[in-house]
């Protein structure tokens, strides 16, 4: 099956920085989704990508298809950004998102 | 509100007990979902079911059960074949059957916390 693979695995930021964070797939992929998870668990949709540029607010994300990879920027970074990023992608013969191992992202004040 | 509810929130189990954990949806969406997570990990997929009375089972099915006789419901059984069930537990949910569109994003629960004694 696909791979995903994450990369920081861990970050520590001060607060007001910028990140960015990095997803690798090994296959062609037709639905690219980034989630953030909070302390206690919940997982929150970002950015469904599978192609091109997006930004909501501080957030914003790039999906470049043709070399299997998507990246996520978060300027000016927050206390409360702290979490767990996940990127998860599905091919065209799968109908559940497969899950990278996720960034651990803490931000300090 | 629409969404998932997860119930129950924390659950602890002996060794060779079956557990059910239930998860309901209000959001009328078609397909659900069941996702793992241990410590420090990713979401690994359990079960998954794109319409009532169907259902595909995912990477990590052994020891796991689920039904799907409501569009809104979809409990997971943990049985006492799984081996290593102290984990958390995510329920999702998202509009359309039959693959991942644009409008397939994932919608998830706040989770069920298993842990086996």
């Known amino acids: 099956g696909i791979q995903v693979e994450q990369s920081p695995p861990d970050l520590i930021l001060q607060e007001g920085a910028n990140s960015t964070l990095r997803c690798n797939f090994s296959d062609s992929v037709n639905n690219l989704q980034w989630f953030h998870q909070n302390p206690w668990g919940q997982l929150i949709n970002l950015f469904y990508i599978p192609s091109g540029t997006k930004q909501n607010g501080r957030l914003s994300a790039t999906t470049v298809a043709t070399e299997r990879y998507s990246l996520l920027y978060i300027s000016s970074s927050q206390t409360t950004d702290s979490g767990v990023y996940f990127c998860a992608v599905a091919d065209t013969g799968r109908r559940a998102l497969t899950f990278g191992s996720g960034t651990r992202l803490q931000v300090q004040p | 509100d629409g969404g998932i509810t997860q119930s129950p929130k924390y659950l602890f189990r002996k060794e060779g007990q079956n557990v059910t954990l239930s998860c309901e949806q209000n959001l009328n969406h078609d397909a659900m979902y069941w996702y793992r997570q241990d410590p420090g990990q990713g979401l690994r997929l359990i079960y998954y079911?794109?319409?009532?009375?169907?259902?595909q089972k995912g990477d990590i099915a052994e020891g796991y059960s689920v039904s799907r006789e409501k569009k809104e419901s979809f409990p997971l059984t943990v049985t006492s074949a799984q081996k290593n069930p102290t984990a958390f537990y995510l329920c999702?949910?998202?509009?359309?059957?039959?693959?991942?569109?644009?409008?397939?994003?994932?919608?998830f629960g706040a989770g069920s916390r298993l842990t086996v004694l």
């Open positions: 999702a949910s998202s509009i359309f059957p039959g693959g991942l569109s644009g409008a397939n994003v994932l919608t």
């Open positions: 079911s794109q319409i009532v009375n169907d259902f």
